[in-house]
């Protein structure tokens, strides 16, 4: 239905944002290089994106105010998307001394400085082929062996088996070429099989991909008397992996509750009982400031979090959170765990009119390691900026990855659309909206109403469509009734006339 190359990689369009081009340029918005980088993929906000990359640069705050729509999300991901993975693995860990006190460790890598270190390590090519394509490493194709990093086979360029999963993103090309090997590898860590040992005794082995380096993938094989001393060390130090290692950069909490924010203690309803409860190390959950530690932290609509921003500006300052039960009628309320790692850039994000309900010391934080940036939601009307909006179109057709490509004619008509919006919405002449999720809807729409014609190209007359039919309901209620206000009055004056209707039906009846 999308038509060839509707999930096309950015080379291979002919039209590069980068060097600039115009729409008469343009035959299909197939013909667009879409960037690699996420923040070049941002429309209209030069200013925003510069302050983007510092803040990539030097880990620093931002808040970005500006009206909903201009791309505040889109740069808080693309911040997200630049940063380094992830290198501190964080365990709470079972105090013997003081239960209801469990330790933090703050591990590299995954692996405590230290720590025991078992099993043998080999390369893929020295276990069993079937675990290899498990692993990630093996190709089905052609049976080469790769990292298990790659998403496709560098021998024949078939793709390698991926979980996937549906949804939207302005960056979905990107994560399923970045994101979704990490997750492979995340998932699929660990193969065990049963083998002959001596005596024809079966034994368990566990193969574990250990790829730290893709030129030289190794693979770390743990043998039974291996899993044993694990299972030693497991049960003299008994821990839980609070913030993994292998996780996203990117922690959105918008409209979260205090336990969601700052985490919380599980409730034990057999009190700690040595052998029916559960240990108190065990019941901890991280909140969103400890998940998005070593990433970005982003809440939209930033004022809705009220009181909780004072606890948020004391995890910015501290750049660590204790984690406690938030329910004094709890048995997790006695339990606290100090010291638990929260180092994150902070993203939030608010309308104009809202400045003002943020509190006064955590704007100061933010001034003072990180920077406010007010975003535009217009541009000028020039023909390099017209050429924008075919770029932002095509962002928008692989990003949805359901809908066909755009014709010029088709991306001319969106643009007078925008336009008109910023005349009609912004008072802004001879300029170009940048209320940009308003005109992705319109996109869309014009591409759903291609498929369902069976159409290969999303042509002019599917985008007049959607634009005529793309408007609020207050603009198609004034359309039916002439007014807002005629509307009301009308349906007061309906709903009226059924109540004298049913009341002379009731009289009629019982008399």
């Known amino acids: 239905m999308c038509g060839e190359g509707c999930l096309t990689s950015s080379s291979a369009g002919v039209l590069d944002p ?13 013909d667009i290089a879409i960037p690699d980088n996420p923040l070049d993929r941002v429309i209209g906000q030069e200013h925003a994106v510069k302050m983007a990359r510092l803040a990539v640069r030097q880990r620093r705050h931002l808040l970005l105010v500006g009206h909903p729509g201009v791309g505040k999300s889109m740069i808080a991901k693309a911040i997200a998307f630049l940063l380094p993975p992830p290198r501190e693995e964080v365990w709470v860990v079972h105090n013997p001394k003081n ?20 099993g043998e390590m080999v390369t893929p090519r020295e276990i069993p082929f079937d675990v290899a394509v498990k692993l990630g490493y093996g190709c089905r194709v052609c049976g080469g062996l790769s990292s298990a ?3 496709v086979c560098p021998y024949c360029g078939e793709r390698k088996s991926v979980e996937e999963g549906g949804f939207s993103s302005p960056f979905r090309d990107l994560y399923e070429k970045l994101v979704f090997p990490v997750e492979q590898k995340r998932f699929r860590r660990a193969v065990p099989q049963t083998i002959k040992g001596e005596g024809g005794k ?6 574990e991909a250990v790829d730290h380096n893709p030129e030289s993938p190794s693979v770390r094989v743990l043998r039974q008397n291996d899993l044993e001393v694990l299972g030693e060390v497991e049960r003299s130090r008994p821990r839980k992996v609070l913030v993994p290692l292998n996780r996203k950069t990117f922690v ?12 919380d203690v599980l409730h034990d309803p057999y009190g700690n009982h040595p052998e029916l409860g559960t240990p108190p190390y065990k019941r901890v959950v991280a909140g969103a400031i400890h998940e998005a530690h070593e990433g970005v932290l982003y809440i939209d609509e930033l004022p809705h979090l009220g009181r909780l921003q004072s606890f948020l500006l004391t995890a910015m ?11 004094p009628q709890s048995s997790g309320s006695n339990v606290r765990v100090d010291g638990v790692p929260c180092d994150f850039i902070f993203i939030g994000a608010c309308n104009i009119q809202d400045l003002p309900s943020i509190l006064s010391p955590l704007r100061s934080r ?5 920077y406010e940036v007010l975003l535009r939601s217009t541009m000028p009307d020039t023909p390099e900026n017209r050429a924008k909006i075919a770029q932002f179109v095509a962002q928008e057709i692989v990003s949805d990855g359901r809908i066909p490509h755009a014709t010029r004619e088709a991306v001319e008509e969106l643009v007078r659309e925008a336009v008109r919006r910023a005349e009609v919405i912004d008072g802004e002449k001879n300029a170009i909206t940048l209320r940009l999720r308003d005109l992705g809807g319109v996109v869309r729409v014009a591409g759903d109403l291609a498929v369902e014609e069976g159409s290969s190209l999303i042509e002019r007359r599917h985008m007049l469509h959607a634009i005529r039919i793309c408007v609020p309901v207050e603009e198609q209620v004034k359309r039916k009734f002439g007014s807002f206000e005629r509307a009301v009055e009308k349906e007061v ?5 059924k109540q004298m209707l049913a009341n002379l039906d009731g009289l009629a009846r019982y008399g």
Do not use: C, M, W
């Open 317 to 327: 300052q501290d750049k660590k959170f204790p984690i406690t039960g938030r329910n």
């Open 149 to 151: 990093t790659l998403p």
């Open 366 to 370: 933010i001034q003072g390691n990180g």
């Open 493 to 497: 004056s309906h709903y009226r006339a």
């Open 99 to 118: 239960p209801e006190r469990p330790l933090v460790e703050v591990v590299k890598g995954g692996v405590k400085r230290g720590e025991t270190h078992v």
């Open 252 to 263: 959105q909490a918008t409209g979260a509750s205090e336990t969601e924010l700052l985490g």
């Open 202 to 207: 079966e034994e368990v082995i566990v193969y």
């Open 18 to 30: 980068a060097i600039g081009f115009y729409l008469d340029e343009l035959e299909t918005t197939r």
